[in-house]
């Protein structure tokens, strides 16, 4: 659609910024925009301010049918939930619905072929950033975007026919695809675990929106996937695209794995060291996962095995995820506030136990439907206090967790820091890694991230003791 003096309704601007990217696109276009909203301005200032100046059409605090009405295209936010009566007014009157990226995919220069997308429950932020920063030393045109609080269409200007396109896609993102039965040339799906059962009706209706990343590959296309993650080895039947594992705990006829502590790369029966896994900055077996698919996509890609090892020496991580914040009276500060989901929470905790004296856990918040026995049962195992943030979610944790272990619970970021402070030990670490989402007591998990780094940074030391400096 030529979208000049257009009509378009975004349908949710949000505070993450996946309404922002597009508003300000479409403007360029010359659409004539509104934006409409349930959250009221004062909830959404943040993203307003940004659009400060535009000529753009607001209808906050609540949706009006004349807007829908009047509309030319409507672009749905991925926050949106797809069954939104207001998606199926705009059905029932033969409205068209687009999302950002079916509007970038479309519009992509004829020739980009290989666009590499990549999703899964945890781990595709940094899958994502480590491919790209492989990609850029083989191509420094290379575009990272996505669910990164990048907008993929403001970044379409930039971007030829000889330009490598990174995305990372959520399962919301991904909903774009079927109805244009489009798909990334390579993608990969880092993990599923149970999350947003708020949003989907069950696991196998998550697991499905996963799987638009490759359902409709052609068969000179790939799909990368975990095969230590068992909903994975059932979803590969899925495309027609060819499938390439990764392991780290097997040596594979063909894909990326461990053997011993070399990451491997073998294709068409050829095997090649690409580094030594003690060589990757990042810890945790979980980023070790993540290492292997960056390798597998690269180097289908076609990127050298010089240029994914040096890039993936040179990678140090992801801000908020497992992010070092600072040391303290020998306490280590942790910042791993996008670990929204019980998995996540496990896989940080796991990751520092072994070399910590103890763990102080900051956990808790709202629910996504979601199970926490099994991270109550890994609290319980390993971690010596954890302190909870309330919620909708935290009634479920704190009634799988021992009582004994519970050293307070708290409706105030600061206060949470103070008691942490209190307690910890030297030697010890203090985990923000709540295993839930931020809504409620935050605006998004990054504002909870940034608070916890802030708080963390104002500490001063008197008397041996850790305060917070107002």
Known sequence: MELKNKRVLVFGLGVHGGGLGVARWLVRQGARVTITDLKRAEELQSSLDALRGLP?????????????????????????????????????????????????????????????GITGTKGKTTTTLMTG????????????????RVSALE?????????????ELSSWQLEAFPPHRICPHVAAI?????????????????????????????????????????????????????????SATRALKEGAFRDGSALVWRA???????????????????NLANALTAIALAALWGAAPEQIADALREFRGVEHRQEFVREIGGVRYINDTTATAPAAAIAAIETFAPGAAGIVLIAGGADKSLDFSEMARVIAAKVRAVILLEGSATDKLASALPKEIVAGRF??????????????????????????????MFANEFERGEQFRQLVNQAISQSGNQVIRN
């Not at 920063?133 to 990164?148: D, M």
């Open 56 to 116: 753009i059409e607001y209808a906050l605090g609540e949706h009006r049918e004349q807007d829908f009405l009047n509309a030319d295209l409507i672009v749905r936010n991925p926050g949106v939930p797809r069954e939104s009566k207001w998606l199926q007014f705009a059905r029932d009157h033969d409205i068209p619905v687009e999302m950002e990226m079916s509007l970038f995919i479309e519009r992509l220069p004829r020739g980009v072929a290989q666009v590499i």
């Open 411 to 440: 409706d105030d970021l600061r206060r949470a820091v103070e008691r942490a402070q209190e307690i910890a030990r030297a030697g010890e670490i203090v985990l923000l890694s709540p295993g839930c989402a931020s809504f409620g």
């Open 268 to 286: 068409g029966g050829a095997a090649q060291k690409i580094l030594d896994a003690r060589d990757l900055r990042v810890p945790g077996e979980h």
């Open 190 to 246: 880092t993990n599923i675990f149970p999350d947003h059962l708020n949003r989907y009706r069950d696991l196998d209706d998550y697991a499905d929106a996963k799987s638009n990343i490759f359902r409709y590959q052609q068969p000179g296309d790939y799909i990368v996937l975990n095969f230590e993650n068992k909903i994975l080895t059932r979803l590969a039947a899925r495309g027609f695209g060819q499938v390439v594992w990764t």
């Open 155 to 167: 970044l379409l200007e930039q971007i030829d026919a000889e330009t490598p396109v990174v995305l």
């Open 133 to 148: 920063a492989i990609l850029k030393r083989a191509n420094p045109k290379t575009v990272v975007a996505g669910n990164l």
